[in-house]
């Protein structure tokens, strides 16, 4: 055990730099938050309601609507550039090829939500989060590496070159800040 606490420990870092922790599921501390707020939601008439596609933000947004009494008139967008800094492994997205199929409509887990796809799947599901880096130079570096491995944008390879890519930033750096999340907006 180090002396060091906090984000400088090597146990923190070790932590941010674990591909165990890539897209993680909502803290059961969030699905009670999540459940908690639902009554304030079912008092809005919601026609939209935009969510990004990391397994966390959908979960979130089930558990907020999932008793909402209009659920079934609500467009419940997935949109990509809806997504938290790519920092550490947690903000690392799963295959979207299996993250659609997970939560596509009718899916038991989905609880009544119909998630709407479409802005993920424009063009190739697996290049959402890639395609969303606002630094020119990281983007054009990821597609590089992309083209390396053979350039098929499959879960596999697109997954593969971002744990390089954030693993490499860490522990001073992160592959995104937090200005270039705003940037994104």
Not at 15 to 26: A, E, N, R
Not at 68 to 82: A, G
Not at 122 to 142: G, Q, R, Y
């Given at each position: 055990?180090?002396?060091?606490?906090?984000?400088?420990?090597?146990?923190?870092?070790?932590?941010?730099?674990?591909?165990?922790?890539?897209?993680?599921?909502?803290?059961?501390?969030?699905?009670?938050?999540?459940?908690?707020?639902?009554?304030?939601?079912?008092?809005?008439?919601?026609?939209?309601?935009?969510?990004s596609?990391?397994?966390?933000?959908?979960?979130?947004?089930?558990?907020?609507?999932?008793?909402?009494?209009?659920?079934?008139?609500?467009?419940?967008?997935?949109?990509?550039?809806?997504?938290?800094?790519?920092?550490?492994?947690?903000?690392?997205?799963?295959?979207?090829?299996?993250?659609?199929?997970?939560?596509?409509p009718?899916?038991?887990?989905?609880?009544?939500?119909?998630?709407?796809?479409?802005?993920?799947?424009?063009?190739?599901?697996?290049?959402?989060?890639?395609?969303?880096?606002?630094?020119?130079?990281k983007?054009?570096?990821?597609?590089?590496?992309?083209?390396?491995?053979?350039?098929e944008?499959?879960g596999?390879?697109?997954?593969?070159?971002?744990?390089?890519?954030?693993?490499?930033?860490?522990?001073?750096?992160?592959?995104?800040?937090?200005?270039?999340?705003?940037?994104?907006?």
């Amino acid at each position: 055990m180090s002396a060091e606490y906090g984000e400088s420990s090597p146990e923190f870092i070790a932590l941010m730099k674990d591909p165990k922790i890539i897209d993680p599921d909502l803290h059961p501390v969030g699905v009670a938050q999540s459940e908690a707020n639902a009554p304030k939601m079912a008092a809005i008439n919601f026609k939209y309601v935009l969510v990004s596609p990391m397994k966390r933000a959908l979960q979130t947004c089930i558990h907020m609507f999932k008793t909402h009494p209009n659920r079934e008139n609500i467009r419940f967008i997935v949109e990509p550039w809806f997504h938290e800094i790519m920092h550490t492994m947690c903000d690392v997205p799963m295959d979207a090829d299996e993250l659609i199929q997970k939560y596509a409509p009718g899916q038991p887990i989905c609880h009544g939500i119909n998630f709407d796809w479409s802005r993920v799947q424009e063009d190739s599901p697996n290049l959402w989060c890639p395609k969303t880096i606002i630094v020119e130079e990281k983007k054009a570096k990821f597609f590089q590496k992309l083209q390396e491995r053979g350039g098929e944008p499959t879960g596999e390879n697109v997954l593969a070159v971002l744990v390089d890519m954030v693993s490499s930033e860490l522990p001073e750096g992160a592959l995104e800040t937090k200005d270039d999340m705003y940037n994104r907006s």
